[in-house]
Nanobody, 122 residues
Framework: VQLQASGGGLVQPGGSLRLSCVASGGTIGNYDMGWFRQAPGKEREFVGGINWSGGSTRYADSVKGRFTVSRDNAKNMVYLQMSTLKPEDTAVYYC????????????????WGQGTLVTVSS
């Protein structure tokens, strides 16, 4: 399965943005899905994820209560709704897929999309 993330852009602090990840060449219904981000000069970090059925989610403490991961298996789509954005949320955001169980470690994920840049600035 191939993944492609989109929806990034420039947003003011306190604003909202929704990222989308579309899968092709297979169904994401077989995968747990994660969102990661990488800021300049920093390591890639886990943001949030959702299990294959959508029945379970997990989030990094830094985004808990502000970000929401959802999915639509019928459309082969995964979403990251981001609210109350902060300048420190500025990063390239990636979607990823795993069959190794929903987790926060990047090495669990063997399918990655190209990133989409989110810039939070006034």
């Amino acid at each position: 399965v191939q993944l492609q993330a989109s929806g990034g852009g420039l947003v003011q602090p306190g604003g909202s943005l929704r990222l989308s990840c579309v899968a092709s060449g297979g169904t994401i219904g077989n995968y747990d899905m994660g969102w990661f981000r990488q800021a300049p000069g920093k390591e890639r970090e886990f943001v949030g994820g959702i299990n294959w059925s959508g029945g379970s989610t997990r989030y990094a403490d830094s985004v808990k209560g502000r970000f929401t991961v959802s999915r639509d298996n019928a459309k082969n789509m995964v979403y990251l709704q981001m609210s109350t954005l902060k300048p420190e949320d500025t990063a390239v955001y990636y979607c990823a897929a795993t069959r190794n169980g929903l987790g926060s470690n990047a090495w669990l994920y063997d399918r990655w999309g190209q990133g989409t840049l989110v810039t939070v600035s006034s």
